[in-house]
């Protein structure tokens, strides 16, 4: 695994052996992710919730996000990230915090133009946490969720509008962006 683009392009990433606490993005996915956000990123304020690696927050800052925390409730998940970071040449920019996503989301006080969900499939995690992720999102922030390609997301929720779905073999990317809640009523 290995960062594609930007000023940490080709630094090889650590991961956790197992999938059960980390599932690597594939680059396929990544490139398709981070095309849809490539205006976006300059300067932006990033969130990687279930990091895993961290891959996809130290993706954003190599493409020139101003800064992005990252959260994993495993303890060496949070280790390998900041392992990372350091790697990457980001550190500098990266907050890392070990603790559970809902609690994260519940005590901080910032606001995200991009948020990255790739948590745990197959547990309807990304519905449970899109209000509470929409609470600390930017008016038109973009979420980006990762998940198995056939889990059905609402087209509205908490103020995010589903603005797209991509395909890549068995996963899925759902695109959100973050809008006033009367406009989407």
Do not use: W
């Not at 992710?33 to 205006?39: A, C, H, P, R, Y």
């Not at 925390?69 to 350091?86: L, P, S, T």
């Not at 790697?87 to 133009?113: N, P, R, W, Y």
Request: proline share 3%.
């Amino acid at each position: 695994m290995r960062v594609i683009a930007g000023s940490a392009r080709g630094t090889k990433l650590e991961t956790l052996a197992g999938e059960e606490i980390t599932r690597p993005t594939i680059d396929r996915v990544k490139e398709g992710m981070f095309s849809s956000i490539q205006f976006q990123l300059p300067g932006a304020t990033v969130l990687d919730l279930f990091a895993g690696s961290g891959q996809l927050g130290i993706e954003a800052l190599s493409r020139g996000a101003a800064r992005c925390v990252f959260c994993d409730q495993d303890r060496q998940a949070a280790e390998i990230v900041q392992k990372n970071c350091r790697a990457a040449g980001v550190f500098g920019q990266s907050k890392i915090v070990c603790m559970q996503a809902e609690a994260l989301l519940s005590a901080t006080k910032e606001k995200f133009d991009i948020v990255f969900l790739d948590p745990p499939y197959r547990q309807n995690t990304l519905e449970q946490i899109l209000p509470k992720v929409s609470a600390v999102m930017q008016l038109n922030g973009i979420v980006l969720c990762e998940s198995e390609r056939d889990a059905s997301l609402p087209e509205h929720i908490a103020g995010l509008v589903l603005k797209k779905e991509y395909k890549y073999g068995t996963v899925k990317v759902t695109k959100y962006c973050k809008q006033d809640e009367e406009d989407t009523e």
